[in-house]
């Protein structure tokens, strides 16, 4: 079904010399150009009031653009009708807003049921979608939204957002207001269900932890949405552009790094002669050099095996892991 494989209907977004002058004479984006490519989730961080959202609602005419284009797979938006294009454009907001009176699968099946599927289709589209963001239809899809914890709102509000197959799903602060925990959770799973759906994604955040641990790219702004830097995340923490961005990713920079640092699978110590003990910490081959470090930590032994799923493929120290994280800086 549609909801879970790879879609292929995810559309580029081009911001052409856009700037954003509110009635009162704020200027809120001043002459942006930036590029996000299709299936790419971007975020927008900088301080508060750099205009982070005005941007983001620029894509889905919420705010109309002073002077500039937006373009959504090569087409100026302002040439669409803003109904039609919204209907396209997934919006995920910090508080949901689901409609209290109707059900989950109700609030999930809007936009299918606006666009006059037939009502088989749109229950099978709301069950599936509700699977992939992990609430059972059978139990959830009946509930009301004041049945449901914060974070299952927010998990339904991206099922919302994802059931007419969106080209650009756009999300402001979306995992903002649930707690620390649970934000990890959704922040993780979202990052699962991205490689699923793999949509052009445009999320506005203030916290850096989740820019780097969702984004394929981040973009930095400064007040009127000047674009500081455009890069991935593991290229920012290594190398700000200049001094804001150093300012602004802080001085804990290096563990966040560890975090989206793979592990060197070129680097590794040959595996000892004799078979590991028992209990030996290990630490798969796809992971990071933070999970190498935390299997370290949790060992005693001074070093960590790499395994392929069952295969081990070599050891690391934790010298090895510091020379790796300088490596990456290079
Ligand atoms: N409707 C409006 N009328 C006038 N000024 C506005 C309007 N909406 C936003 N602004 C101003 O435009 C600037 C950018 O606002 P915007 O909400 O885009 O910033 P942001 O980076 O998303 O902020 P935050 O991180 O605090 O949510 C701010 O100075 C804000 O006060």
Redesign the pocket.
């Known amino acids: 079904m549609d909801g879970t494989r790879r879609s292929d209907s995810a559309a580029p977004i081009r911001f052409e010399a856009v700037s954003k002058r509110?009635?009162?004479g704020?200027v809120?984006v001043e002459d942006l150009t930036l590029d996000l490519a299709a299936g790419e989730l971007t975020v927008l961080i900088?301080?508060?009031?750099?205009?982070?959202?005005?941007?983001l609602r620029m894509v889905n005419r919420l705010v109309e653009p002073t002077s500039g284009r937006v373009l959504v797979d090569g087409e100026d938006v302002a040439e669409a009708d803003p109904v039609e294009l919204r209907r396209r454009i997934g919006y995920v907001i910090q508080h949901v807003g689901l409609f209290p009176h109707q059900t989950v699968r109700g609030n999930v099946g809007t936009v299918p049921k606006l666009l006059g599927w037939p009502k088989s289709q749109v229950t099978e589209r709301t069950d599936e979608l509700l699977e992939l963001v992990g609430l059972d239809p059978a139990r959830f899809g009946p509930r009301y939204p004041h049945e449901l914890s914060g974070g299952q709102r927010q998990r339904v509000g991206v099922a919302r957002a994802l059931a007419a197959d969106p080209v650009v799903l756009l999300m402001d602060?979306p995992f903002s207001a649930v707690d620390p925990i649970v934000r990890t959770r959704l922040q993780d799973e979202f990052r699962r269900l991205q490689e699923t759906v793999r949509k052009t994604i445009l999320l506005?955040t203030?916290d850096l932890d989740e820019a780097v641990r969702l984004g394929d790219r981040i973009a930095v702004?400064a007040e009127r949405g000047r674009l500081q830097q455009y890069e991935r995340p593991a290229v920012l923490l290594a190398g700000p552009a200049n001094e804001f961005v150093r300012e602004f990713v802080g001085a804990d920079r290096a563990i966040k790094r560890l975090g989206v640092t793979p592990i060197p699978r070129d680097a590794l110590r040959p595996l000892p002669a004799s078979d590991p003990p028992d209990g030996v910490a290990a630490v798969s081959v796809d992971g990071t050099l933070q999970d190498a470090l935390a299997a370290l930590l949790g060992a005693d032994s001074g070093w960590v095996v790499v395994r392929d799923g069952a295969e081990p493929l070599g050891v690391l120290t934790p010298d090895d892991i510091h020379r790796a994280l300088h490596r990456s800086n290079a």
């Open positions: 509110y009635a009162d704020t809120a900088g301080p508060s009031g750099c205009g982070k959202s005005t941007v602060e506005v203030h702004l």
